[in-house]
């Protein structure tokens, strides 16, 4: 499969996201869009404060509280995908398939893309389960720069 660049494929992402929200039964909103945007755009993985305070010069009467309500019917979708710590929510919007590392200490999240050829392993079991269409794996621990604090 061939990966497009991270920029072509945020436009082509918006590009569909008239159809995902209809699929959804949802309303395309600019609210919805430019908050979908804020996640996809960045390699960050931002929480939910960082994108209202990226969205909030465009949408002047969003509040946080709907910012916290579009991330999750964003995630419910399959348009992004929550990560990190629980306590310290992050959003992803980048499509590619990628595992994530998160650090317990400070909550960093890094992007884990296997090198071509390399795949995790499936256990056994799982693949007696059903079809598997995706697997995503959250490895935790301290990150280089906690460790060297
Ligand atoms: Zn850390
Ligand atoms: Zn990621």
């Known amino acids: 499969m061939k990966i497009k660049n991270r920029k072509g ?7 569909n996201f ?3 929200c209809k699929e959804a039964g949802l309303r395309m909103t600019r609210q919805r869009q430019e908050i979908f945007r804020a996640v996809a755009s960045s390699c960050e993985h931002p929480c939910a404060e960082q994108v209202f305070a990226r969205v909030r010069s465009k949408l002047p009467n969003l509040s946080l509280d709907t910012v916290y309500r579009t991330l999750s019917s964003l995630e419910e979708m399959g348009l992004l995908q929550r990560v990190g710590l629980s306590s310290k929510a992050r959003f992803d919007g980048d499509a590619r398939p990628h595992c994530h590392f998160v650090c317990t200490q400070c909550g960093e999240v890094y992007d884990v893309f296997l090198r071509p050829g390399e795949q995790l392993p499936v256990p056994v079991s799982v693949r007696a389960m059903g079809q598997i269409r995706q697997s995503t794996v959250q490895f935790k621990g301290i990150c280089k720069s906690c460790q060297s604090r």
């Open 9 to 15: 494929m945020v436009q082509t992402q918006l590009k």
């Open 18 to 20: 008239g159809d995902r």
